[in-house]
């Protein structure tokens, strides 16, 4: 199971996907023409004035969690397979969860906004997310040949 390469992209999917819950992804600037300057920190788990951060929560503590069961699958690999995709498309959902948080920030304070380094994350889980379903299919053609040379 760990000597398979899906495995450690998974497990760095894994470990990318938990330091994600607590570092900071948006920065929340009052406007220079307020009277005070006010900064929020919005990571996963909340920190900005912000109510119902749930959304972002949400698929920032699934996309680790569905890449630790994805490792334990690894007999399954078209479920593995199904499985990843799924994480991808979790991936990309945290992006819209996030542009729908800036969104309503900047309709409701007037703040600007500003994207930390720590936002790309979820973009990298998913190129390793993918590189491991490519990987998983691999291996699925490699059984299925040598089922049919049997």
Request: hydrophobic share 60%; glycine share 6%.
């Amino acid at each position: 199971m760990i000597q398979r390469v899906q495995t450690l992209y998974l497990l760095a999917v894994v470990a990318l996907g938990l330091t994600l819950m607590w570092l900071p992804v948006l920065q929340l600037v009052t406007p220079e023409e307020a009277t005070e300057l006010h900064i929020w920190m919005l990571t996963p788990l909340g920190g900005a004035p912000l109510q119902g951060l749930w959304g972002m929560t949400f698929a920032t503590a699934l996309i680790p969690l569905l890449a630790l069961v994805d490792i334990f699958l690894y007999r399954k690999r078209i479920m593995q397979a199904r499985l990843n995709i799924f994480t991808v498309l979790l991936c990309l959902g945290w992006y819209g969860v996030l542009a729908l948080y800036i969104w309503l920030a900047v309709i409701s304070m007037g703040v600007e906004w500003h994207l930390t380094p720590w936002a790309s994350l979820p973009l990298i889980c998913m190129i390793l997310t993918l590189m491991a379903t490519r990987a998983i299919l691999k291996d699925e053609a490699l059984v299925r040949a040598a089922d049919r040379i049997r």
